[in-house]
């Protein structure tokens, strides 16, 4: 049924504006949706209080093992450690001697067998399946009640974890205190800890203060390698983990933390984790007592993110490597169930974050991800993202407050060196009005070495900086190659020192549309945002081409029906609309281009601003109000391309966007009315006058004025 015929009173102007309103109604429709859809959660634990920090980051103890773990055969164990430097080999044979007669087959086993704080357990070389915890659960364990998480697994309270300990985890650490765990091989590789996809983790340590973990493997999980949760004192030292569907280390709800010198791989979330660390600088400014976890030395590769918090709260990551993952690092408060939201307080320095440009979303378009674990071939390769995330980027804050990045070597990303956004606090299940505008404020981008490597050859990003323009008090260094906006608040030299700041409430339309489109992904439904570029959509498949496309098409209509009744007897008025009109396929054309491309959108806005500045004036004579609000039209596009590419505007809430915007919608109905009325006839020619001269000439009306100016 048309419209016209289900609504046979609705007056021809508004029918003519109809595509002007539904884009409104649309894109507000989009923002209810997204507000009333379930939030997805990459991580889902039972409830955990964050840790009273009283602990303290354990000391590596040397000297001999309390407890041994090794596997039977001697032939295999001498062929192991064959290569070993001499000493080191004959020390493992002495070890091997003594496990043999009183050692353990099992990590779990020693575990067991810890009977106090302060111990040490040693792992020979060689390979542990832990054969007796592979098995299903049975009995009571078969059956336990407790809610599952939105990935099917089950949420176990810590009573239940104790009870049916090999449920989730290959190796079960709860409740053992300044425990040490260490392989004796010459590399982190000559221990491995194999969960063979049959198990969430395959070494959980929790309530386990003093945790010391070094030189061994752990892989192939349905979640993470190694896991530290509720621990107050933990350090990771020469670990390695992969081929995960989340995490290789994830640390959550955890206080006074270290690692160092780890490497994680081919995990399908991130390398490294350090969720929910614990919020210990909440309300604090930049200058900060100390940090709850510390990460140096570390490299994580070719996973969806090297490095990921949300919540990930007072960390120090710094001298680390984050190179060939989608994204290098990122921090968020876009999940709820995680303590200590909003995140805050990371400080990052001195990282090497590069050339992360992996596109691992075709293994989930092609079905691969589909598979079971086993099969996708996550030793091959294989990376199966877990969640939303622009391919192409160095650093990603996602909702992020106080965090400082300086002296980073930020270079060869195609799409941008650092990202910054803001996630409403609804996404996190907080629904206070006040709240909702609670992230991206005062973070700190300074002396970042950008588009070079260390040796100073070029490795230009795609772009140094995208921002959505939310926040008050970020600030970047002087000189990004590339950025958009355009122009950036400038950090100076003190920490909080910030020049041209801003305090804008909401993010930038066109960013805020793209974000919510590429934020409707789901790995387990094979759904990959249609309109969103980080899913591989070009031309006008893009949402920000798209939009740009209805909205150059609704303003070309109206405002040619405007030229064409009001606009045409007058040089001045046909000039403007071709002004307008050429503005338009730039800015569709700009919608087009990569984020550096900012000379061409600013060109559209500068082009548009004339067009209704030059439209108002020709309008004044015979439709006065209308022109008052054409050249307010007009002056606030030429202030929204002022505030994109010369100096943002400080201290407005909204972006002159946001309000050209609503002031357009208002202005095409206004246009399309004003367009079903008969328009000015041209001016007589005076004999010898010459016509039409370059100045307007008054136009005469075709018909009797109405007496109230505006009633037509």
């Known amino acids: 049924m048309s419209w016209t015929r289900r609504f046979p009173a609705v007056p021809a102007a508004l029918l003519a504006a109809r595509p002007a309103l539904l884009s409104l109604l649309s894109f507000l429709t989009l923002l209810a949706l997204f507000a009333a859809a379930p939030a997805a959660q990459a991580h889902e634990e039972r409830p955990i209080t964050l840790p009273d920090g009283s602990g303290s980051v354990p000391e590596y103890r040397t ?45 779990q086993e ?19 399946e832990e054969e007796p915890s592979l098995p299903k659960p049975t009995g009571e364990c078969a059956s336990l009640k407790a809610p599952n998480s939105s990935l099917g697994y089950q949420i176990l309270s810590y009573e239940q974890q104790v009870r049916c300990r090999h449920n989730q985890n290959l190796v079960a650490i709860l409740g053992k205190k300044n425990l040490q765990i260490e392989g004796t091989g010459s590399s982190r590789q000559d221990v491995v800890i194999d969960a063979k996809y049959q ?72 390398g490294i984790y350090p969720g929910s660390a614990s919020d210990i600088n909440d309300g604090r400014g930049y200058d900060v007592p100390r940090h709850s976890i510390e990460i140096t030395g570390c490299r994580s590769h070719h996973n969806m993110v090297g490095y990921s918090g949300t919540a990930g709260d007072s960390v120090w990551v710094h001298d680390n490597e984050f190179d060939g993952n989608m994204g290098g690092a990122s921090m968020d408060s876009a999940f709820p169930g995680h303590p200590g939201l909003p995140q805050n ?63 980073n070597w930020v270079y060869g990303h195609r799409r941008a060196g650092f990202f910054l956004s803001a996630v409403p606090a609804f996404i996190r299940g907080e629904p206070a009005w006040s709240k909702q505008a609670d992230t991206s404020h005062h973070n700190r981008y300074a002396g970042n070495i950008l588009g070079k490597d260390k040796s100073g050859a070029s490795r230009p990003n ?21 950025s958009t906006p355009g122009t950036l608040p400038q950090c100076g030299e003190a920490r909080g020192a910030v020049s041209g700041g801003s305090a804008r409430l909401v993010g930038e339309p066109v960013k805020l549309a793209q974000l919510l489109v590429c934020a409707d992904y789901n790995v387990q439904a094979r759904k990959l945002p249609a309109g969103c570029d980080w899913y591989g959509a070009r031309g006008l498949e893009r949402v920000e081409t798209q939009i740009a496309l209805s909205v150059a098409v609704v303003l070309a209509l109206a ?18 609309s071709l002004l307008g009109l050429a503005g338009l396929a730039l800015d569709v054309a700009g919608s087009t281009m990569t984020l550096t491309s900012t000379f061409v959108p600013v060109l559209a806005l500068f082009l548009l601003g004339l067009w209704w500045t030059g439209a108002g004036v020709v309008l004044r004579a015979d439709r006065p109000w209308l022109a008052r609000l054409t050249l307010l039209l007009g ?14 505007i400080p201290w407005i809430p909204l972006s002159p966007a946001w309000i050209r915007a609503l002031v357009a919608v208002v202005w095409v109905l206004w246009a ?23 100045e307007d000439r008054e136009p005469v009306p075709a018909g009797p004025r109405p007496t109230l100016d505006g009633a037509a």
């Open 559 to 576: 405002g040619g029906a405007l030229w064409w009744r009001r606009l045409r007897v007058s040089r001045r008025g046909t000039l403007s």
């Open 199 to 270: 198990k969430l983790n395959a070494i959980r340590a929790d309530k386990s203060d003093g945790i010391y973990f070094r030189n061994f493997t752990a892989q192939r999980t349905t979640f993470n390698s190694l896991y530290v949760l509720a621990g107050d004192g933990f350090v990771i030292d020469d670990v390695l983990t992969r081929w995960n569907d989340e995490y290789g280390f994830l640390t959550f709800a955890s206080d006074h933390g270290l690692y160092k010198n780890c490497e994680s791989y081919g995990n399908g979330d991130s």
């Open 635 to 648: 002056a606030l596009t030429l202030l929204d391309g002022f505030d994109k590419a010369v100096l943002m």
């Open 63 to 107: 000297g001999e093992p309390d407890l041994l773990v090794c596997k039977t055969g001697r032939p295999d164990f001498e062929r192991r450690t064959a290569g070993f430097p001499e000493p080191l080999k004959l020390r493992n044979l002495a070890l091997y001697d003594r496990c043999e007669k009183n050692g353990f087959r099992n990590l």
């Open 672 to 694: 399309v009315v004003a367009s079903g009325r008969p328009g000015p006839a041209r001016a007589p020619t005076v004999p010898g006058g010459g016509g039409d001269s370059d």
């Open 462 to 482: 795609g772009a140094d900086v995208w921002w959505d323009g939310q926040g008050r008090g970020n600030c970047w260094q002087d000189g990004p190659d590339g």
């Open 345 to 407: 307080h990371a400080l990052f320095e001195r990282n090497l974050i590069h050339d992360n440009n992996e596109d691992f979303y075709p293994y989930v378009a092609d079905g691969t991800c589909a598979k079971a674990p086993v099969d996708r071939g996550y030793e091959q390769g294989v990376v199966c993202p877990q969640i939303s995330m622009p391919p192409g980027t160095g650093i990603i804050t996602a909702g992020g407050n106080w965090n400082v990045y300086e002296n």
């Open 110 to 128: 020693a575990v067991d067998a810890v009977d106090r704080p302060g111990m040490n357990i040693a792992i020979l070389p060689g390979l542990y």
